[in-house]
């Protein structure tokens, strides 16, 4: 946490440079740029291991693999951001599917589906939100329960059973690509989205209560944010951007089994959590994430194509959480040393 | 004479841009109980954790029974026999009694060298008989009032064999019987041949328990001297350095028409039929022990927990107000000063123009949209007036000293150009020379027609700053004193609950 | 006799006795003596790791790699047994504890030297181990016919009149009591979930607290690998994939804040049971088997619920009491 009157304190305000800033070093130990460097150092041993990595056909259909787990890493960076967290978010692809594949085989459209979808994830964010913020219960111990109610509802329902019909127009969310372009569709929105959520939390009130939120909910509560409005609000966000994705993942497989996005939570907050946003709230940023979500995206694409399977790519992933918690700490040493040398030096 | 088992010789401590402690001296002696007084901001708490091994020295040594001593953590000082009674229980609350006075030390027994609880039970309930406790040693501290908390504290230290004992402001959020039965346990420890150091800013104590004095100011020793036959006056020259009315200039301020009425405003257990006039231009004080229900009528009146129907009304300008929330009291006009200027006030990890700007972030925006230019105009002109010492607005108000974070927070409030300004305990923990400066800001902002609500616990700065007073004893109104009327005797006489 | 009618582990057993009443007048098969044995059977396991993950949570952490604990564990005794069926089963015991230390221990590094958030640190050895049981069996499963019948006897062996299994199960139980209640460390956990800066103030070593729980929760995890994977007579790359959940939601149910600084092995005893006794009165209501997962959801928020209800209405109730 923030030391008083300790000018060496790194920890930086939203938006803002922390006292005592080094200019160059400064930029270069920004976790955003470690991370694109890595991010480069990946693209880089991909390329050269493989010659079908830099084929661009084969990259633009590579995102298709992470587009749905990206768009709720977005709303999620708010989760984390104010302080709480969600896992309950593959639980509510899974309900949400559920819901979709029973609205089509009774015969509903394309348009009704998304609609449904939408709706279901925001009513399952409303739930969270509501048991969070009414009761002052931890979200992990509601979003935990909630996560096997839903995921739960979707295998009581279908056991081990699938929809499967699903109306042709349908496809066109999850599969289709723009025009005659080699460009997906799930790609354009989530840069669409992305784009609204990055000016969300970084140019609007909105996005500047979040953050107060964040460092200091009580604070933030007593200068007059809503906080309690703003979680539920955020919760809901959740809810309904997973329930998005779900309607691109299912109009992607094409199909709904209960176990449909399952584990996914842990990914998503792995992005998140690697893309610099502390776990304890208040600090990161959008384009950290954004970074994220391409790096692991394609970190696993590169090792799809020389055979890794699937299992052992999550212990990359795994070992690659670790790495990023333990670096920000001994980065942030490091310039601390620094600045101590230069203040000598200074006599300061 | 008594046996002088502990001394700080010249110590000093420095944090980044302040120094804390200058060179003090102070003695603490077998069976006595040795007042360490000074304003909020002089330097007892942190003393205090030096000689409780929270904190080390920069520059001085201290001496324990005649040999020179270094505590490195707690540990270190309580194996030395000292015990430290916090203002903040630092218990386990969900754990008995028993076990927050055995943690970290718990007996063992038998051949197993299991926990041999019935020993700790009785000796907890031993421990509480002979402080005459009705406290049943299972209770889970959550259970208990903030009063008996403190008790247990005590028997804790007692448990320790403790031969120091110190208390930083005891007296805190205690109702005046249990005021007096926190004396009678002193006076037996002190029987008891212990050395007890009493931390407090209040004469009321001193004067009812303490032997000896030192003061403190500005983290500098000012002097020493036995309670009995020194002047109150005196005391507070040493405390304050200047004459009352030297360090208070009250302007003659015109008082308009009333803002704010409450009328007979009640929570369940925590206050009752409290009822007042604020009007502009007006400085009413609340005073009080800390406990008294002050900072929760302001916690009321400012929506942070909302008033229950039937438990009084708020008028502002004549007109009948449900304040539900912080951001409906700001709406209506009201502003809110928090004491807890760490956790309530300020978020410490943003900038200051960050937290300067958020009250107003709505009205500052177009349409949602951040307003960089609007919010550095505002930053600076509040910021400014408020004189800030920082060297940008966006550094961290992390990096600022406590005297600095309060102006930032103060800044912040009157940006959103209040018509009520409620304050609490607004100048706990600063330097001298801020403090007036804060004073003098108070005064103008009376001028300029803001009606101010002034939460104290520092009689100088009631007595100078008020224009009348009303004290508050455990949740009730117990006196409203004019200007005129209000003599530091009426106000700690009302506060103790005693009548005339 | 008020204050043990207050208690939240009094109510929890009400709940079960009702439920266990209301499943049995309509399906009396469901109270014979050899169905609650089952039932005790079927649970043992979860009986074990929820008092692992207990632990933890009460420091105030939480540890989502059990289930991945459970899985490597049981595959490497699994494939260790298969190659080496010569291995005496004591050994193998003692091999997969000593395992399951390791990995406890690796994650009590991460949390308490490393300074890593529990649940981000868990999350990631929850991926970790769980990659390592594929790079281990190559994807392959040790399936039942490989397996020697020592290693398979052993959790259904009665030496003692009680399946190994449950006896394992209650050992653990009781150590488990012994520990929290009557050591100096036991009660020090309590004290830093409490508290944990008070804790650091009486001398309590936040890091070897922090440190022990972890270790003890692997070596739980360890022997209940075992035990999983010979019960079930295979060990596969799914073995116990989400396990992680039902001993949180023992631990909830039980009473066991999430926050830390309270919870009683009794509890989390409870807590279990009632998500043990759910599961098997599944098939005896005609439900199927996929409506576990809901139910338990359901439970956990009910729980939660409840529980922070009760709560506050206590708080409020000793507000009152505490009239100035």
Redesign the interface.
């Known amino acids: 946490m923030a030391e008083p009157n300790n000018p060496l304190s790194t920890r930086g305000a939203a938006g803002g440079r922390p006292a005592g800033s080094l200019g160059v070093l400064d930029a270069l130990t920004k976790w955003e740029v470690i991370l694109l460097l890595i991010f480069l150092v990946v693209i880089a041993v991909s390329a050269s291991i493989s010659p079908y990595f830099l084929d661009l056909f084969n990259i633009m259909n590579t995102t298709f693999n992470f587009m749905e787990k990206a768009l709720v890493a977005l709303p999620i960076t708010l989760v984390i951001l104010c302080g709480d967290i969600d896992i309950s978010v593959a639980g509510i692809m899974a309900l949400s599917s559920l819901l979709m594949g029973a609205a089509s085989a009774a015969g509903a459209g394309s348009a009704m589906l998304v609609l449904i979808g939408l709706a279901t994830g925001l009513a399952a964010g409303f739930l969270n939100g509501f048991l969070i913020v009414r009761f002052s219960i931890p979200s992990i111990a509601v979003t935990i329960g909630s996560m096997s109610l839903f995921r739960g509802i979707a295998y009581a329902v279908l056991g081990d059973k699938a929809y499967t019909r699903y109306p042709r127009p349908f496809a066109y969310l999850g599969q289709g690509y723009i025009g005659d372009s080699a460009v997906p569709f799930e790609l354009v929105l989530f840069v669409v989205l992305a784009v609204v959520f990055g000016l969300l939390l970084h140019r609007t009130t909105f996005g500047r209560k979040v953050y107060a939120i964040g460092n200091n909910a009580t604070a933030a509560r007593f200068s007059g944010v809503p906080v309690h409005g703003m979680r539920l609000l955020i919760f809901c966000l959740s809810g309904l951007m997973s329930g998005l994705a779900s309607v691109l993942l299912t109009s992607r497989i094409g199909s709904t089994r209960p176990n449909i996005a399952e584990g996914w939570e842990l990914e998503i907050i792995t992005t998140v959590v690697l893309g610099g946003v502390a776990i304890s709230g208040g600090q990161g940023n959008i384009l950290g994430v954004i970074i994220s979500i391409f790096l692991i995206g394609f970190l696993k694409f590169g090792m799809g194509l020389i055979n890794v399977p699937g299992v052992v790519m999550n212990i990359v992933i795994g070992f690659l959480l670790i790495i990023a918690i333990l670096l920000p700490g001994s980065v942030g040493r490091l310039r601390n040393r620094f600045l101590l040398r230069r203040q000598l030096r200074d006599g300061v | 004479m008594y046996d002088c088992v502990l001394e700080c010789r010249k110590i000093r401590k420095d944090f980044p841009g302040i120094t804390a402690l200058d060179e003090v001296d102070f003695q603490v002696r077998t069976g006595e109980v040795h007042a360490l007084i000074g304003e909020n901001g002089a330097g007892k708490s942190t003393l205090v954790k030096i000689i409780t091994g929270i904190l080390q020295p920069s520059s001085g040594t201290l001496v324990h029974r005649g040999r020179i001593v270094e505590f490195r953590s707690p540990l270190a000082s309580q194996a030395a026999g000292i015990a430290a009674i916090h203002q903040e229980a630092s218990m386990f609350p969900e754990l008995s009694v028993t076990e927050n006075i055995y943690m970290g030390h718990h007996l063992t027994g038998g051949a197993a060298r299991f926990l041999d609880w019935r020993s700790m039970r009785t000796r907890t309930r031993s421990l509480l008989e002979r402080l005459e406790l009705e406290i049943d040693p299972d209770t889970a501290v959550r259970d208990l009032s903030v009063a008996q908390r403190h008790m247990v504290e005590i028997v804790k230290a007692l448990s320790l064999d403790a031969q120091i004992v110190i208390m930083d402001e005891p007296t805190s959020a205690l109702s005046l019987r249990e005021v007096q039965d926190l004396y009678k346990i002193i006076r037996q420890l002190r029987a008891e041949g212990k050395a007890i150091v009493f931390i407090s800013h209040k004469f009321e104590d001193i004067y009812e328990i303490a032997d000896h004095f030192t003061v403190l100011r500005d983290g500098r020793y000012v002097g020493e001297g036995p309670v009995a036959g020194t002047d109150i006056d005196a005391i507070i020259q040493m405390m304050v350095g200047r004459s009352l009315k030297q360090m208070f200039p009250k302007m003659q301020v015109p008082i308009g028409e009333t803002v704010l009425e409450a009328v007979k405003l009640s929570r369940a257990g925590v206050f009752r039929d409290v009822s007042f006039k604020l009007r502009r231009g007006e400085i009413l004080g609340f005073f009080g022990l800390v406990g008294a229900g002050r900072s929760e009528v302001l916690r009321a009146l400012f929506g942070i927990e909302r008033l229950e129907p039937g438990c009084g009304t708020i008028r502002i300008k004549g007109r009948e107000a449900r304040i539900a929330s912080p951001a409906q009291a700001k709406a209506r006009g009201i502003a809110y000063i928090p004491e807890d200027r760490q956790l309530q006030g300020a978020i410490v990890g943003m900038s200051i123009r960050d937290n300067v700007t958020l009250p107003m972030v709505d009205q500052l925006s177009s349409a949602g949209i951040l307003n960089p230019r609007r919010e550095q105009a505002l930053t600076e002109e509040y910021g400014g007036k408020m004189e800030v010492k920082a060297s940008g607005w966006e550094q961290p108000v992390s990096s600022l000293s406590g005297g600095n974070q309060q102006k930032v927070v103060l800044a912040k409030w009157l940006a959103t150009r209040p018509e009520i300004l409620m304050m609490d305990e607004p100048t706990k923990g600063i330097d001298v020379a801020t403090k007036a400066r804060v004073h003098e800001f108070i005064s103008q902002l009376a001028s300029e027609g803001l009606a101010i609500l002034l939460v104290s616990s520092e009689l100088p700065e009631i007595l100078g700053m008020a224009d009348s007073v009303l004290v508050m004893q455990e949740g009730r109104v117990a006196a409203t004193l004019s200007r005129a009327e209000a003599t530091a005797e009426r106000l700690i006489r009302a506060a103790l609950g005693e009548t005339a | 006799m008020r204050r043990l009618l207050k208690r939240r582990e009094f109510t929890l057993l009400l709940v079960i006795l009702v439920l266990v009443a209301a499943i049995s007048l309509r399906y009396p098969a469901f109270l014979s003596a050899s169905n609650l044995y089952d039932i005790l059977n079927d649970t043992a396991i979860l009986f074990m790791v929820a008092i692992a993950q207990m632990m933890v949570i009460v420091t105030g952490g ?1 540890d989502l790699s059990v289930s991945s604990g459970i899985a490597l564990v049981g595959m490497s005794v699994g494939m260790l047994n298969q190659y080496f069926p010569g291995i005496p089963i004591a050994l193998i015991m003692l091999i997969s504890m000593v395992m399951g230390l390791v990995l406890g221990a690796f994650n009590g590094v ?1 949390v308490s030297q ?4 529990p ?3 868990t ?6 181990y ?6 281990l069996s190559g ?1 392959e499963w040790v399936s039942a016919h490989e397996m020697s019948d020592s290693f398979r006897n052993l959790p259904h062996g009665t030496p003692l009149g009680i399946t190994n299994l449950l006896l394992s199960a209650v050992l653990v139980t009781v150590l488990a009591a ?1 520990f929290l ?4 460390i036991g ?2 956990i ?2 830093v979930g ?2 944990r ?8 070593n936040l890091k070897r607290v922090d440190f022990l729980v972890f270790t003890i929760s692997g070596v739980i995890v360890g022997l209940s690998g075992l035990l999983w994977v010979a019960r079930y007579a295979s060990a596969q ?1 799914e073995t116990a994939a989400g396990f992680h ?1 039902p001993t ?2 023992a631990c ?1 149910i039980g009473g066991v ?3 830390g ?2 919870g009683t092995v009794l509890g989390v005893m409870l807590g279990a049971l009632f998500l043990g006794i759910v599961n098997n009165a599944l098939p005896v209501i005609n439900l ?1 088997p ?9 439970v ?2 009910a729980a ?2 409840v529980n ?2 009760v709560d ?1 209405r206590n708080q409020r109730l ?3 009491k ?3």
Do not use: D, H, K
Not at chain 3, 130 to 135: A, L, N, Q
Not at chain 3, 197 to 204: K, L, S, T
């Open positions: 939480i991460l490393a300074g890593i958030p649940i981000i640190a999350l990631g050895t929850l991926s970790i769980r990659g390592f049981v594929f790079v994807g012994l209640n009557l050591t100096r009660r020090e309590y004290g409490g508290n800066v008070a804790a650091r103030y009486v001398g309590i790359n959940l949180i939601a909830v804040s999430i926050l600084g309270t199927s996929f409506y576990q997962m809901a139910i338990q959801g359901f956990i928020l939660i619920v922070t209800l506050q000793m507000l009152r505490r009239l100035l």
